[in-house]
């Protein structure tokens, strides 16, 4: 008689200032597949566990948006690295989350590989795209640069678990922001997975923290909170949107609008999410003997 | 104590009869002078508190007219025209500009309030500079960064202040009409004159109807504009407080929206920097248009080894600032633009007396009639003093100190505001390295207030988002 082995199952935190930790508050809810079968509890994030999050993402911003272009790149070229390793973890716990098989749920996963190595390749060229040296009418030199924004909230979408959530969060990155992603509210395990893939790559800690729970409950904090700079409403819920608008208001958040409906996220990007959370910096300085 | 003026200046003032001040000036809808339906404002010059002249304003009804006029330009003719064809419209109208400068500087210096010398050498340089710019980019979209085609958005509203009446109309206008939308402008109440000759410039450069509208009015006729459901792209300048107002009023509609509000500027000195040079930049940067520039370099951070020494420069060379008839072309300090204005500085400044700030008030004579602040210098600021904090726009500094380049990043960022910033030292790398750490949308390294079309405006953080010049300004117009 084969003895059948026992799987150890995990469980699934929060990532908040380079750890995984449970909600502060003690919850978790119930996560279950494409089918309604059970797949694991998630951490319920409360409003502290946002706010700390906040925290975490501002006291690593000077470091991230202060280190190279090129050694961003490098970073977020890891994590592609990593993910690879870790495909056929992605591959299954998509399948599970999306009830996607076979040749669909591959090309999911290997876009969103693929997108952190288009993304890397970007750190270096934002500023020479986006950058300008302007001619002006005297003897000044005066040049302008794009530089990130700051803390940018991020309601990932709600339907691509993995590939959805990759293309939202790599731009922020690429571009030298930090984040604070709120995760797909019912398929939200492939992204602890990706956290756990961050933490053991180089991307500093609090650079990305992921928070899991009711995007709802999350979403009116991130857009009142004062040391968010942007917030990507993608994921938002549609009866949410015009009132976390109206709420960013209040601090004169950058927002980037939800599409009408999810994006097709195999297509190609292009640099919107870049030039979204990036402000141009402008430098003047005389020229003289 | 009155100081003894080196030189005696004799009056030297600019014809007022060269503005061909009207006695009433009227809306521009559709192509035409039109009587508003609202109630008529009065146009006052603040340097004497004379009526100039009265001003229709534009009621609901004739906003709505006025988008649904910009709305048919759009789609029938101005949107689907050739750019090379539309640049021509707007070279044609920085030519009519410069052409029509005097009479454009003397209109703005009576109904704001600057001096002579500044909308003179100035605004309106700037604003032809600003067509002519933008005229060019018309035909050269695909060439911006926003792809092969990039496409006008359609109407703007667009809502604009009092401090740069005729500059910041050609800073709205100027790139909404080379990327092809048409707009609806609303002028300033207090300043609504200049908006209404650009107008007639637009109907004699033989700018289609409806390209170009013009309704006057209060934060009303504002409200109702940017409101709107026509209008698919709403530009704000003004204050912080006003454009939170704006963005939530826009949150859920789709329209795009940018938004150019206030500002604190830090302007940090070091102590090798050469302190003549950097008193004129302090000057320049605080006094300039009586310090309503929401870019004024209004918190002057210096290093505490040279602070006592340059304090005293500084006074002595605010002594010598003059202060009167904005047309009188020796003036270097004009009008406060309104009663309202003037009293909020104020009060402003008295709070700096409250919360034990050092007062200083250059001595010079002040006119007895119409609005005006002489220059003020509060030392010894503390950075929770109001007058540290909110934005004053006026002529008034907030002096601080510092010890190292760190302390003076850390001062200078501790605000929600994030405009502009001034850098003061000899030393190039400590200029790149404030520059890139300073949280501020334009830096001036050894300068301060200098404008040009192709240099990107706008600010970080509570100052707002969007630029304006050169090709990020495009953005704000383009559907991308």
């Known amino acids: 008689m084969s003895e059948q082995r026992v799987a150890v199952a995990k469980t699934y935190k929060l990532y908040v200032g380079g750890a995984f930790s449970r909600s502060e508050s003690g919850r978790s809810y119930p996560v279950t597949g494409a089918r309604g079968e059970f797949l694991a509890h998630a951490a319920q994030a409360s409003r502290k566990d946002a706010r700390d999050a906040v925290s975490a993402a501002r006291k690593a911003f000077p470091g991230w948006s202060g280190a190279t272009a090129y050694n961003r790149g490098q970073v977020l070229y890891r994590v592609a690295e990593l993910m690879e390793g870790r495909r056929d973890q992605f591959l299954a716990e998509v ?78 990155l690429a571009a030298g922001n930090t984040a604070v992603v709120v995760a797909s509210q019912d398929r939200p395990l492939p992204a602890v997975t990706l956290a756990e893939v961050l933490a053991t790559s180089d991307v500093p800690g609090g650079v990305v923290n992921l928070l899991t729970g009711r995007t709802a409950e999350l979403s009116p904090w991130l857009a009142s909170h004062a040391d968010v700079n942007a917030i990507d409403l993608t994921g938002a819920p549609a009866p949410l949107r015009t009132e976390l608008e109206r709420t960013a208001a209040g601090t004169v958040k950058r927002v980037l609008r939800a599409p009408a409906s999810e994006p097709d996220w195999t297509r190609t990007p292009d640099i919107t999410r870049l030039r979204a959370f990036v402000e141009t910096k402008t430098v003047w300085h005389p020229m003289g003997a | 104590m009155t100081r003894e003026q080196v030189w005696e200046y004799a009056p030297a003032p600019e014809s007022r009869d060269v503005a061909r001040l009207k006695p009433a000036y009227r809306m521009f809808v559709d192509g035409e002078f039109v009587d508003g339906t609202g109630e008529p404002l009065k146009t006052v010059n603040p340097a004497t508190e004379e009526v100039l002249a009265e001003v229709g304003t534009a009621s609901p009804a004739d906003v709505d007219r006025a988008v649904r006029a910009a709305r048919r330009a759009h789609d029938r003719m101005w949107g689907r025209m050739p750019g090379a064809e539309r640049a021509k419209y707007l070279f044609r109208i920085a030519r009519l500009v ?23 050498d100035v605004d309106v340089p700037l604003v032809a500079a600003h067509f002519f710019h933008h005229a060019g980019w018309a035909d050269k979209l695909a060439y911006a960064g926003y792809g092969p085609d990039p496409r006008p958005l359609g109407v703007a509203g667009q809502v604009i202040p009092w401090n740069f009446p005729l500059l910041m109309a050609a ?46 009015g209060a934060g009303d006729v504002g409200a109702e504009l940017v409101n709107h459901p026509g209008v698919n792209k ?14 939530r009023a826009v949150a859920g509609t789709g329209k795009k929206l940018t938004l150019e509000l206030g500002g604190k500027a830090a302007n940090v000195v070091f102590d090798d920097a050469p302190l003549d040079q950097a008193v004129e930049g302090i000057v320049n940067g605080i006094f300039f248009n009586q310090g309503h520039v929401c870019c004024a370099g209004s918190r002057l951070l210096v290093q505490e080894s040279v602070a006592d020494e340059l304090l005293e420069t500084l006074r002595r060379r605010v002594s010598t600032l003059r202060v009167g008839d904005p047309l009188d072309k020796n003036t270097d300090v004009g009008a406060i633009n309104s009663a309202e204005q003037l009293a909020r500085i104020r009060e402003l400044a008295e709070s700096g007396d409250a919360e034990g700030a050092r007062r200083w008030t250059s001595p010079c004579p002040l006119p007895d009639k119409g609005f005006f602040f002489a220059p003020t210098v509060f030392s010894e600021v503390q950075q929770s003093m109001r007058i540290a904090r909110e934005e004053i726009f006026g002529p008034v500094l907030a002096v601080l100190t510092f010890r190292t380049p760190d302390e003076a990043v850390a001062k200078a960022n501790n605000t929600p505001y994030g405009l502009s910033a001034g850098i003061w030292t000899e030393k190039g790398s400590r200029i790149l390295w404030m520059a890139q750490r300073l949280r501020a949308g334009v830096v001036w390294a050894n300068t301060f207030n200098r404008f040009d079309p192709s240099a990107p405006f706008g600010g970080y953080r509570e100052s707002g988002f969007g630029r304006e010049g050169g090709r990020a300004g495009l953005e704000a117009y383009l559907d991308v």
């Open chain 1, 95 to 172: 399948s599970a989350a999306e009830g996607t098989n076979g040749r669909r749920v591959q090309s999911l996963v290997d876009a969103a590989i693929d997108r952190w190595v288009w993304y890397a390749g970007w750190t270096d060229k934002i500023a020479t795209v986006l950058g300008s040296a302007n001619p002006v009418a005297g003897p000044y030199f005066c040049f302008s640069v794009p530089e990130p924004t700051g803390v940018v909230a991020i309601l990932a979408p709600q339907s691509s678990s993995l590939l959805g959530l990759v293309s939202v969060l790599a731009p922020v």
């Open chain 2, 98 to 120: 410069q052409e029509r400068a005097r009479e454009l500087a003397v209109l703005e210096t009576l109904d704001n309030g600057k001096p002579i010398r500044e909308s003179r």
């Open chain 2, 171 to 216: 800073w709205k206008i100027a790139p909404a009409l080379a990327c092809g939308n048409t707009v609806v402008l609303k002028p300033a109440e207090t300043t609504p004159l200049s908006a209404l000759v650009l107008a007639e410039i637009c109907q004699q450069a033989d700018l289609p109807p409806g390209v170009v509208n013009i309704v006057p």
């Open chain 2, 234 to 247: 709403v530009a704000f300048t003004g204050s912080t407080e006003v454009g939170k107002l704006i963005q």
